[in-house]
């Protein structure tokens, strides 16, 4: 049975609402305040976002990491303050001259390691305020250039008529599409914004998994089933190592304590030295970095009570 108020929920935000207003009325469907997210949408973006509740708001940290991948609609010949279709229009230009190859050309030249100046209209902070409350302030707002990674960019449409195109964009965390959209206007000397945005993919999360307010009112109603769109905290760190202890070593490692290599029931490698340690129901105790075979282990987290 899922344990609503201490899971990781893969949700599909709606287009128009910030990413706290999301998780607030999740929160009130959901019945429980303790309640986060791991990576913000902007309020014009629709797609997943994920949610955490009670015990595995701890875990929100862990899925910051993860590459996202986006599907994104670039309008040309129109560039704003916002970088976006909300802001001020703050010049048009002519997109006669540029046709679907140059276009393909152009996007092929965003791919790999680039150096990537975020939109003045954002979140990120000038000692301590926000971007994009100094921007509405008429401040100037001067944004360091920052390296990011994209993955890929396939462009999957391309209308001239209308003057869009619609891309797929898989990247690090930190890149920002819309300053994608505007580097691609100013490579191709037409200018842009980004029209629309959708998160599909948040690290090993998928958006088709995901649920949207409506399905989870269902859910909490009964009329539907919601296993598809909640994980354990346990599941949903499948990409860690997993140490597997006995009941002794688990009162040894819920009061912090070290536990020898021989309470382990058993290990398993994925390659990465964060591991889950759990009990044999599969109940996530703690987060750990540890070298095997040397057998040190360093908690990162530890639950006071078995997370499942």
């Given at each position: 049975?899922t344990?609503w108020k201490n899971?990781?929920?893969?949700f599909d935000?709606h287009?128009?609402i910030?990413?706290?207003?999301?998780i607030?009325?999740?929160?009130?469907?959901?019945?429980?305040r303790?309640?986060?997210?791991?990576?913000?949408l902007?309020r014009a973006?629709?797609g997943l976002?994920?949610?955490?509740?009670?015990?595995?708001?701890?875990?929100?940290?862990?899925?910051?990491e993860g590459?996202?991948r986006?599907?994104?609609?670039?309008?040309?010949g129109i560039v704003t303050?916002t970088?976006d279709?909300e802001?001020?229009?703050?010049?048009?230009?002519d997109?006669?001259?540029?046709d679907?190859?140059?276009?393909r050309e152009?996007?092929?030249?965003?791919?790999?390691?680039?150096r990537?100046?975020?939109p003045?209209?954002?979140?990120?902070?000038?000692k301590?305020?926000?971007a994009?409350?100094l921007a509405?302030?008429?401040a100037?707002?001067?944004l360091?250039?920052r390296t990011v990674?994209?993955r890929?960019l396939?462009?999957?449409?391309v209308?001239?008529?209308?003057?869009?195109?619609?891309?797929?964009v898989?990247c690090?965390?930190?890149?920002?599409?819309?300053?994608l959209a505007?580097?691609?206007g100013?490579?191709?000397?037409t200018?842009?914004?980004m029209?629309e945005?959708?998160r599909?993919?948040?690290?090993?999360?998928?958006?088709?998994?995901?649920?949207?307010i409506?399905?989870?009112?269902?859910?909490?109603?009964?009329e539907?089933?919601g296993?598809h769109?909640?994980l354990?905290p346990?599941?949903?760190l499948?990409?860690?190592?997993?140490?597997?202890v006995s009941?002794?070593?688990k009162?040894?490692v819920?009061?912090?304590?070290m536990f020898?290599r021989?309470?382990?029931?058993g290990?398993v490698?994925?390659g990465?030295p964060?591991?889950?340690?759990?009990?044999?129901g599969?109940?996530?105790?703690a987060i750990?970095?540890?070298d095997i075979?040397?057998?040190?282990?360093?908690?990162?987290?530890?639950f006071n009570?078995p997370?499942h």
């Open positions: 049975m344990d899971s990781v929920i893969l935000k287009k128009g910030t990413s706290y207003r999301a607030e009325e999740a929160g009130r469907l959901l019945g429980t303790k309640i986060g997210h791991s990576g913000t902007d973006a629709s976002l994920v949610i955490c509740t009670g015990s595995a708001t701890r875990l929100t940290q862990y899925f910051l590459d996202k986006y599907t994104a609609t670039i309008r040309l303050d970088d279709g802001g001020e229009v703050l010049d048009t230009r997109i006669s001259r540029v679907e190859r140059k276009v152009a996007a092929a030249g965003f791919t790999g390691t680039l990537q100046r975020p003045r209209y954002s979140a990120l902070k000038i301590g305020k926000r994009s409350d509405r302030q008429g100037r707002v001067d360091a250039e990674t994209i890929s396939e462009v999957l449409e209308d001239l008529e209308r003057g869009s195109l619609v891309v797929d898989r690090s965390k930190g890149t920002y599409i819309r300053s505007r580097d691609l100013e490579a191709l000397g200018g842009a914004h029209a945005l959708r599909t993919e948040s690290g090993m999360f998928r958006v088709g998994d995901a649920a949207t409506e399905d989870l009112g269902a859910i909490m109603a009964g539907r089933d296993a769109c909640a354990s346990f599941e949903a499948e990409g860690f190592g997993v140490i597997t009941e002794g070593a009162r040894k819920l009061n912090g304590a020898d021989s309470e382990a029931i290990i490698r994925t990465t964060r591991y889950r340690v759990a009990d044999e599969k109940n996530l105790i750990a970095e540890a075979d040397n057998w040190t282990v360093h908690y990162l987290n530890v009570a997370s």
